[in-house]
């Protein structure tokens, strides 16, 4: 379990909204932090040794990989990777599945990350789909750090996912919590309309029966809607069209509230008053739902790690994305997965 | 368009949370509110004449219909329905059917009462499967009265939806929003993990194809999860998994954020005390939020409307969802339903 040998991190370190310096910081501050982690910084070497040239970071530990080419954020992922052949995203993955590098980060363009990793990534045996995994801030803590934060899988990477790949997801949500959460025993759930083991559409019904049976992880049933928010679980796992819809709307409901907040006070003056003495403290509330700034969303299902960081990653965002890359790479979370699947090949 | 012509609605009075008596409590108040409603009470005699006798009502538009037997809160609905034929349920379904009411209103078990409906009620021509629909808050207001509510079905009645039975319920909601909140063009839209018409499961990308060329309803496109909150569509339309999932999501939500607040304010004085001044605030956002007052959830699909209060209801909702039954069948909701509907008999 030791985190002594050499990682190295690919970062595409292009197309994320603040440009790639605030990568690159993020990168650089990692080989300050962590000794034993190298950056490989994939994109345009001018933009990249602009940065480097004003930011402390360890030379001996951080490499440049030059392109000219790379995915924006509004561009359609398919089209943007067929047109650009050399995109940094793409060499990313490349770098990594030879051996160049053991992750590889981005807040670019999600779409083209996933595609990309799909490219040059093999799943795991046992694995047949993919999923994109997020952490979402809940009312309760847990883990060794307490962290008030669940695990969600799906969200988006596999639309119309089988009873056998909502298995494969909570191993993967299981494996993943216990590597990065360093939850030894994490609590895993499946999401449904209703508690009781018969509830949901068929393939959900097929994966809890699935899932009641197996060994190595704790399969705690069914939870409803109102479990997210509250963290019944500390892996949920859905289909990624659920899992998006939750998610979006996780991301609109703090404002939402808010809003409905000033319906419903815009009549009283202690009120006003009130929520003028609370603006800062609803920005430490956006602070901590904005759960993007926890690691990124991993990939998960494939044999080497991709950690999609948020668009609108600030470099401290990105430098927690490479730390849990390296964790997972140093702990073999591929390996980890792998062991905990039941009987590959089945679907 | 006129609702001068007498109409009778069902109460099933028995298995609420606050008892009969506040049933008939709301049951009571329509018949002095509405000059043309008439109410027949479905339940215990007893129970019903205590109540009535403490209560103002007009007796000459007030029946009772006794039965001795009734499905509680935490019965399983189809073995409670078949042990008990003469349930309350059951009967203001079967009074419907026959005509001695034109609709019905229950706040008891919720698969009981649709279990009744699909019992006694037929679906309309071109509907292949029902669907619960309800009201929730949202950041904009709409309608004629501006309310900050916009209508999302199904939430529960269908968990495994088809391409065609997304398209009607998107015909049951518009018809709907028209008769209930005197929307005229209300906007309808398809829950999906993306805006473009290709997002989403095979499902959803042939309903959204169906939808886009249809006449009488104006369809805008798919919208994701953060626009439940915002309420950028009048009517969302779903499946009855994901919209179970994303209605008790929106329930367990203002509870956690003030959760989440208290989390981030522990350290701060004035936060402390700001929330305190809002306390009354935070009762008032309950209000708000708790839109099962605002008239109940409709289940749509049937030749006949049965309108499901919520559980904890108080006599005030129970009266706005007489009158919301009432205006539905004064306004022929299904037969406005039917003659949207797209060739009767394609599935």
Same mark, same amino acid.
């Given at each position: 379990?030791?985190?002594?040998?050499?990682?190295?991190?690919?970062?595409?370190?292009?197309? $994320?909204?603040?440009?790639? @310096?605030?990568? =690159?910081? /993020?990168? #650089?501050?990692?080989?300050?932090? &962590?000794? %034993?982690?190298?950056?490989?910084?994939?994109?345009?070497?001018?933009?990249?040794?602009?940065?480097?040239?004003?930011?402390?970071?360890?030379?001996?530990?951080?490499?440049?990989?030059?392109?000219?080419?790379?995915?924006?954020?509004?561009?359609?992922?398919?089209?943007?990777?067929?047109?650009?052949?050399?995109?940094?995203?793409?060499?990313?993955?490349?770098?990594?599945?030879?051996?160049?590098?053991?992750?590889?980060?981005?807040?670019?363009?999600?779409?083209?990350?996933?595609?990309?990793?799909?490219?040059?990534?093999?799943?795991?045996?046992?694995?047949?789909?993919?999923?994109?995994?997020?952490?979402?801030?809940?009312?309760?803590?847990?883990?060794?750090?307490?962290?008030?934060?669940?695990?969600?899988?799906?969200?988006?990477?596999?639309?119309?996912?089988? $009873?056998?790949?909502?298995? @494969?997801?909570? =191993?993967? /949500?299981? #494996?993943?919590?216990?590597?990065? &959460?360093? %939850?030894?025993?994490?609590?895993?759930?499946?999401?449904?309309?209703?508690?009781?083991?018969?509830?949901?559409?068929?393939?959900?019904?097929?994966?809890?029966?699935?899932?009641?049976?197996?060994?190595?992880?704790?399969?705690?049933?069914?939870?409803?809607?109102?479990?997210?928010?509250?963290?019944?679980?500390?892996?949920?796992?859905?289909?990624?069209?659920?899992?998006?819809?939750?998610?979006?709307?996780?991301?609109?409901?703090?404002?939402?509230?808010?809003?409905?907040?000033?319906?419903?006070?815009?009549?009283?003056?202690?009120?006003?008053?009130?929520?003028?003495?609370?603006?800062?403290?609803?920005?430490?509330?956006?602070?901590?739902?904005?759960?993007?700034?926890?690691?990124?969303?991993?990939?998960?299902?494939?044999?080497?790690?991709?950690?999609?960081?948020?668009?609108?990653?600030? @470099?401290?965002?990105?430098?927690?994305?490479?730390?849990?890359?390296?964790?997972?790479?140093?702990?073999?979370?591929?390996?980890?997965?792998?062991?905990?699947?039941?009987?590959?090949?089945?679907?």
């Amino acid at each position: 379990m030791s985190q002594a040998r050499p990682v190295t991190i690919a970062f595409d370190v292009m197309g $994320a909204d603040h440009g790639a @310096a605030e990568v =690159v910081r /993020g990168a #650089a501050q990692l080989t300050l932090d &962590s000794p %034993n982690i190298h950056a490989l910084l994939v994109g345009d070497r001018a933009q990249i040794d602009e940065a480097l040239a004003t930011i402390r970071h360890n030379a001996e530990r951080v490499a440049v990989h030059h392109t000219s080419e790379w995915v924006a954020m509004h561009e359609k992922p398919a089209a943007a990777l067929d047109d650009k052949p050399q995109a940094s995203v793409l060499l990313a993955a490349k770098l990594v599945k030879e051996g160049e590098a053991d992750a590889m980060v981005s807040a670019g363009n999600t779409g083209a990350g996933v595609l990309a990793c799909a490219k040059s990534f093999t799943l795991i045996p046992g694995v047949r789909r993919a999923a994109l995994a997020t952490v979402y801030p809940t009312a309760v803590g847990r883990g060794e750090k307490n962290d008030p934060f669940s695990l969600i899988l799906d969200v988006g990477a596999t639309v119309d996912a089988s $009873a056998a790949d909502l298995v @494969a997801f909570a =191993v993967m /949500g299981t #494996a993943y919590a216990r590597i990065i &959460s360093r %939850n030894k025993d994490p609590s895993v759930a499946l999401l449904s309309n209703g508690t009781e083991a018969q509830k949901g559409p068929p393939r959900v019904v097929e994966a809890h029966e699935k899932l009641k049976g197996m060994a190595g992880l704790r399969f705690i049933g069914n939870i409803e809607g109102v479990d997210i928010p509250k963290g019944t679980a500390d892996v949920v796992v859905c289909d990624g069209f659920v899992g998006n819809v939750c998610l979006k709307m996780l991301e609109g409901v703090s404002e939402t509230v808010m809003e409905l907040a000033k319906y419903a006070y815009k009549e009283k003056l202690l009120w006003r008053a009130a929520l003028a003495m609370l603006s800062g403290g609803i920005e430490r509330i956006k602070e901590v739902t904005d759960w993007e700034q926890y690691g990124g969303a991993p990939i998960l299902g494939f044999n080497r790690l991709f950690i999609k960081a948020h668009g609108r990653s600030k @470099a401290r965002a990105i430098t927690n994305a490479g730390k849990v890359a390296a964790k997972a790479v140093g702990n073999d979370l591929a390996m980890t997965i792998e062991k905990l699947l039941p009987g590959r090949g089945s679907s």
